[in-house]
């Protein structure tokens, strides 16, 4: 019961990188790397200023306004200084490594003995509270989207991803609407790396490693099992997508393997959802080329 009840709270936590992810991957089709940086940003960031008394929510509100302006410069390099996608996100990533430690002081700190978002939850039963805060966390983050995107400024932004060509012709700045996509992208990133970090009592210097990894497995595995949505029902597939996926890795460590595996085993498990849609559509191949067959020997 307590595994059950934590893995549904693990999965909560870490869906609001997988929705962030949507917003540059999904709608903007901009391959992001910078969220591995973002995120340890927004952990040290909000540990950093528990540490020193800062309440936890603000530390948490600061933590995201470090994502933004990572996602801004990323944006900035990419839409002014014509910086190919890819390296622009790498650029910040790797830059967010030296600014980590300077913000951090040293590789990792504790929040042993401070107050977090989780403490005012304390008397629930064990792992209620990763539920709670996940839940309300997750639905708040959702709901402002759902707005946002069925906005004007949020068919904009749709639209930007959908054909920057027709975009520009009708009048749309894509390059603001890069700009802001990147931002709150990143912003949630960094929101979900402070919540995590509380969560695990700690920031480390590497725990963005293989974080985007991590997104892209909560958008895909909701793509797969619940197959063609509207863009709102997608937003709560991938949060369920999320939770689908800590099964998994919950399955995965019941039969054995060892905790060092578990990034191997969650980059095989990408690469297994994203190749069936095509798999998918060779055996149908097949079995339409053996229907044929058979029916000319008929």
């Known amino acids: 019961m307590n595994l059950t009840v934590s893995t549904i709270g693990q999965g909560l936590l870490w869906s609001i990188l997988g929705i962030a992810l949507f917003l540059t991957f999904r709608i903007l089709n901009f391959p992001d790397m910078t969220v591995e940086g973002t995120f340890p940003l927004g952990a040290a960031t909000a540990v950093s200023l528990i540490t020193h008394g800062v309440d936890p929510f603000i530390a948490s509100l600061a933590a995201f306004v470090t994502g933004m302006l990572a996602g801004a410069i990323t944006a900035f390099l990419y839409t002014k200084g014509r910086i190919p996608i890819l390296l622009a996100g790498?650029?910040?990533m790797t830059a967010c490594l030296s600014v980590n430690l300077r913000i951090m002081g040293s590789a990792n700190i504790s929040l042993i003995g401070r107050q977090t978002i989780f403490s005012s939850l304390s008397q629930m039963p064990r792992y209620f509270d990763v539920i709670t805060?996940?839940?309300?966390?997750?639905?708040?983050?959702?709901?402002?989207?759902?707005?946002?995107?069925?906005?004007?400024?949020g068919q904009a932004f749709i639209v930007t991803g959908d054909n920057p060509t027709m975009a520009r012709s009708i009048g749309i700045n894509t390059d603001r609407m890069t700009i802001l996509g990147l931002m709150v992208s990143n912003g949630l990133v960094a929101l979900g790396g402070a919540v995590i970090a509380q969560n695990n009592g700690y920031a480390d210097i590497n725990m963005g490693i293989g974080i985007i990894v991590v997104a892209l497995a909560s958008i895909i595995i909701g793509e797969v099992v619940f197959g063609n949505l509207t863009m709102n029902q997608r937003l709560v597939a991938i949060t369920l997508g999320s939770i689908i996926y800590r099964f998994v890795l919950l399955i995965v460590l019941q039969l054995g393997f060892s905790t060092n595996d578990l990034n191997l085993l969650s980059s095989i498990l990408l690469a297994i959802c994203l190749m069936l849609p095509r798999l998918s559509h060779l055996l149908h191949f097949d079995n339409l080329i053996k229907r044929g067959v058979s029916n000319s020997h008929d």
């Open 133 to 153: 805060v996940g839940l309300v966390s997750v639905t708040i983050v959702t709901l402002l989207l759902i707005y946002f995107l069925q906005s004007d400024l």
């Open 90 to 92: 790498i650029l910040v």
